[in-house]
């Protein structure tokens, strides 16, 4: 894959992560922990997986 389309992916995992974080703490504050859970899961997932394309990227 060239650099651009590594970039646009980062970005879109990035952009998710934040996304399921926010999700993950409005729930927390209205329901509680334990239906937010899987957010936060998601979260960490998604900041992973942007991270690695961060790496990928890098090295090209």
Do not use: H, P
């Amino acid at each position: 894959m060239n650099r651009k389309s590594l970039l646009l992916i980062e970005i879109i995992w990035a952009i998710l992560g934040l996304m399921c974080l926010g999700i993950a703490i409005r729930e927390t504050v209205n329901a509680g922990i334990g239906r937010a859970w899987l957010f936060y899961v998601m979260a960490v997932a998604a900041f992973v997986l942007a991270w690695i394309r961060d790496s990928q990227r890098k090295k090209l």
